[in-house]
């Protein structure tokens, strides 16, 4: 089974710095056969249903701002928040969905 | 715009059965591109993926809950529901429904809904 590992479990970062949040996936999320990995990000806010960010690792969802970005491959992913707002805190969680569908553990980012 | 909303008891006995519906809105059900999903939050076991299901009735589970879980399907309400059997304390969580892409991101969700399992 694939494990999925986030880091760190908690950021303080002061408004206008950049946040860089870590995915960790025990086994390779890049399919070969369209060369894709197969990683999401999401955004949930206290009280609200987690909103999607960040899918095939790096496409943004619609109307995400973009100062959220992701990056990495195969079995190492970032999500950065080039300025942090205060709007972004919230806590992120990252899914694989190579093989079914498995989130890590979540990290919370609020401001310094 | 697309909306999801969950309905149900809040309260369910160990032993028993939870159910749960959610009422998709703004959107139809019966789409080729699409499939429905619930995924629970609970403190200790952050996010988890339940099942899901498509508008034909196919569905597919999480293979650590496949034994307990069943997923179906009302087209004609625009609905699908969930029921979740033999409950603990452990399935106590907030229970989401969702909209999936065809490649299993989740795109919309619903508010939530808390359930406690507990006599």
């Known amino acids: 089974d694939i494990v999925m590992t986030q880091s760190p479990d908690s950021l303080a970062v002061s408004l206008g710095e950049r946040a860089t949040i870590n995915c960790k996936s025990s086994q390779s999320l890049l399919k070969s056969s369209n060369n894709k990995n197969y990683l999401a990000w999401y955004q949930q806010k206290p009280g609200q249903p987690p909103k999607l960010l960040i899918y095939?690792?790096?496409a943004r969802e619609s109307g995400v701002p973009d100062r959220f970005s992701g990056s990495g491959s195969g079995t190492d992913f970032t999500l950065t928040i080039s300025s942090l707002q205060a709007e972004d805190v919230a806590v992120y969680h990252c899914?694989?969905?190579?093989?079914?569908?498995?989130f890590g553990g979540g990290t919370n980012v609020e401001i310094k | 715009q697309l909306q999801l909303q969950e309905s149900g008891p809040g309260l369910v006995k160990p032993s028993e059965t939870l159910s749960l519906t959610c009422t998709v809105s703004?959107?139809?059900?019966?789409?080729?591109?699409?499939?429905w999903a619930w995924i629970r939050q609970s403190p200790g076991r952050g996010l988890e993926w339940v099942g899901s299901t498509y508008y034909s009735g196919y569905t597919y589970y999480s293979p650590s809950l496949n034994s307990r879980v069943t997923i179906s399907v009302d087209t004609s309400k625009n609905q699908f529901s969930l029921n979740l059997h033999s409950v603990t304390a452990a399935d106590t969580a907030v229970y989401y429904c969702?909209?999936?892409?065809?490649?299993?991101?989740?795109?919309?969700w619903g508010l939530g809904t808390l359930v406690t399992v507990s006599s």
């Open positions: 095939w690792a790096s």
């Open positions: 899914q694989q969905y190579y093989s079914g569908s498995l």
């Open positions: 703004g959107g139809s059900i019966i789409s080729s591109s699409y499939y």
């Open positions: 969702a909209r999936e892409g065809y490649y299993r991101y989740f795109q919309h």
